[in-house]
């Protein structure tokens, strides 16, 4: 996954996340007790099926842009899988 933000009255940031390290089992389970915590309701197996999701995009659509927005003021945000 790679994250871009451009500002125009800050530094630009370019942040690649490992998909590998980012959807895991751990991570699922530290969400899920997160999102319990602030009155979410979902369990660390609905996280892992999503993130079994996320990982077989990825290897389908290797380039396949989540998001990208442009704000009017000139700021530019891009999320790539």
Known sequence: MLVKVRSTD???LTI?????LFCNRLTAGIAA?????NGMTITPEQLRKLFRCLRDCKRRFP???????????????YVKL
Do not use: H, L, R
Not at 16 to 20: D, F, K, M, S
Not at 33 to 37: E, I, P
Not at 63 to 75: L, R
């Open 16 to 20: 690649p996340i490992p998909t590998g």
């Open 63 to 77: 380039d396949w842009v989540v998001t990208e927005v442009e704000s009017a003021d000139g700021d530019y945000v």
């Open 33 to 37: 007790k997160a999102m319990a915590q």
């Open 10 to 12: 800050g530094p630009n």
